[in-house]
């Protein structure tokens, strides 16, 4: 179907809305067919018109239906908190006796609205909702009710527009429950099984209360609608959901759930044997498994980095003892660990540095490179500018570079020194002093690694 059918008076009349007026699309006919009849919505005859509404539908012939015209009449007033406050932002709607809304506006700053409504029918009620929340758009009413009120109007005064005033008070409910710690794990609060938590800092948007000696904490005068409260204290905290009513006192029990504590630190072997991790002793993507083994533990897991903060690792962990365990074999040699971590409620982050034990020493890595220089100071390596056959120093090592100027060396892992010093090296027609110092840093888990070596040229 066209547009123009979905907007043409019949179809407004019978069915109310099309799909387009609720989600953007055709989605079919409402109690006819299409999505709209397969998810369940309902025809709303008149739905959102101003000046139309249904009077009369047939119960054995539903395809008769009667919709009658109508000026509308005019009603305003405030939306006002039991103190007398404004409550802006409040949705306000007006629907027919059949259910069917009509017309919705939002409060302004000081509470104000204004709505054209229907007449209703001989002994029904227009009904004003006010509402907050995510608005749905069939009803146009927010998800939350903050309270509705219902008066007739009739024929004669929603011809004439006649103005009604109708201040709304919303009237305030409470909030109270206990904070505590779910000692028997079913969920809820049991005064004889599970632990209070007297002391504990209760929030509900910008207010504040404490738990007393029991654990009891109580909200008054809560704005009647779907409110989230949340509990924290030393390594605790939980949140709870609750939908306040007009005049009533909702239960809410909170439960509190461990904070999670962060551990991290560098994981290596100590190849030097000195106790302590050093930069080129620190490894990459090593797993660490982190075992519940008493308290809340709860199992969990971690890798090490590479790049920025090589051989760190990083995990959030609940409060309780763990196993700490590494099982993994880089390069052909065969790295373990096992050890314990206690992890207290409410710590401080804790550092716990790895140190692997390893089934035999650390292989040497092939370290590869260029031996050049600038000669022609463009920045750019050419062709003509390598070092060729001159033999220098990596740590206590020897490396030679062959007549293309590159070179291989085996080096074990540590940060080791490099010297190039070669006096009289002929580079054309002329002769210079090459030389060059600096540092390589071989990782105990390279197993490779480039490392090309730009020397300096002085005649």
Not at 56 to 62: A, E, N, R
Not at 69 to 76: E, M, N, P, R, T
Not at 83 to 88: K, L, N, T
């Amino acid at each position: 179907y066209s547009e123009k059918f979905y907007n043409s008076s019949v179809y407004r009349a019978f069915f109310g809305y099309p799909g387009y007026d609720l989600f953007g699309q055709d989605m079919g006919i409402p109690g006819y067919q299409g999505q709209l009849y397969q998810y369940g919505y309902p025809p709303m005859p008149c739905w959102m018109q101003k000046h139309f509404r249904i009077v009369y539908v047939d119960p054995q012939k539903s395809s008769v239906r009667v919709a009658k015209f109508y000026k509308g009449a005019k009603v305003s007033g405030t939306i006002t908190g039991e103190d007398g406050a404004p409550i802006e932002g409040a949705t306000v709607t007006v629907l027919d006796d059949y259910g069917i809304p009509h017309d919705y506006t939002t409060t302004n700053a000081t509470g104000a609205y204004s709505l054209i409504a229907p007449f209703s029918l001989e002994g029904k009620n227009v009904t004003i909702m006010v509402t907050t929340g995510s608005l749905n758009p069939l009803y146009n009413t927010g998800s939350d009710v903050l309270t509705n009120i219902e008066f007739p109007i009739s024929y004669e005064h929603a011809m004439n527009s006649e103005q009604f005033t109708k201040n709304v008070i919303v009237k305030y409910g409470n909030v109270t429950g206990t904070v505590f710690i779910d000692k028997n794990g079913d969920g809820k609060y049991n005064a004889t099984e599970d632990e209070a938590k007297p002391g504990a800092a209760v929030t509900l948007g910008e207010r504040s209360a404490t738990a007393d000696e029991n654990g009891i904490y109580l909200f008054e005068k809560v704005m009647p609608g779907t409110h989230s409260i949340e509990a924290v204290m030393p390594g605790y905290s939980g949140t709870s959901e609750t939908t306040v009513i007009e005049e009533q006192t909702a239960a809410l029990d909170i439960l509190l759930n461990l904070l999670p504590v962060a551990v991290s630190g560098a994981v290596g072997y100590d190849y030097d044997e000195n106790g302590a991790l050093s930069e080129f002793e620190a490894m990459k993507d090593v797993q660490i498994t982190f075992s519940a083994a008493g308290g809340a533990a709860v199992n969990s897991t971690a890798t090490s980095k590479s790049g920025t903060g090589y051989g760190n690792y990083s995990a959030n962990l609940i409060p309780g003892t763990y196993g700490v365990a590494v099982n993994q074999t880089i390069n052909g040699v065969a790295y373990t660990y096992t050890g314990v971590l206690d992890v207290p409620v409410a710590s401080a982050p804790i550092t716990h540095t790895i140190l692997l034990l390893a089934s035999g020493a650390a292989p040497a890595a092939n370290l590869t490179g260029t031996v050049w220089c600038d000669f022609n100071n463009d920045t750019i390596k050419g062709a003509d500018e390598y070092i060729a056959n001159v033999t220098f120093g990596i740590g206590s090592a020897q490396a030679a570079a062959g007549s293309d100027g590159k070179y291989s060396a085996q080096v074990a892992p540590g940060n080791h020194f490099v010297s190039v010093d070669v006096a009289g090296y002929v580079h054309g027609n002329e002769t210079y002093h090459i030389t060059y110092s600096g540092y390589v840093l071989i990782r105990v888990d390279e197993k490779t690694k480039s490392f090309n070596i730009e020397a300096k040229a002085e005649q």
